[in-house]
């Protein structure tokens, strides 16, 4: 597998962008995809689904990403084959981290200034870039044994 996407969305995200939408333009880019959208459309899945403590922001990235190449045109079309990958990059996420909960992975909730003051000191970026790196990692490979299958 190729490392350069991984390695990009931690450049992104350390450049400012946040976690959903590092992942998602690291993968885009990685096959060549070009929008206007990204990283708009990720910026409310990041930090948790908007702070709320729900699902980690790499991997709302990493499902997007996926369905950029995976997902449905046209309502005639089936759902299946992205629903298997989405399904084994949960699965594999959460095996490589334990969960898919941002406030979980974190142990505080960014939503609170209590949260952002145990984020901050503790310096739970660098935790957020690993997830990132993985989430990547994780989608691109389950692409490429797609890819290499010569599945749509």
Known sequence: M????PKRSREL???????AESVLMAIAESRGIHSDLIPRIATGFCSGMARTGGQCGSVSGAIMAISLSTGRQFPTEGVEGNYALVRE???RFEEQF???NC???????LDTAEGQ???MAN???ERCYDYAE?????AVSLLEERDSKGER
């Open 2 to 5: 190729n490392d350069q996407a």
């Open 134 to 138: 993985g989430a990547t990692r994780i």
């Open 103 to 109: 406030r979980m992975l974190l142990g505080c909730d």
């Open 13 to 19: 995200f350390s450049s400012g962008f946040y976690c």
């Open 89 to 91: 990059l949960i699965k």
């Open 98 to 100: 334990g969960t898919t």
């Open 123 to 125: 310096n739970l970026i």
């Open 117 to 119: 003051q145990t984020f």
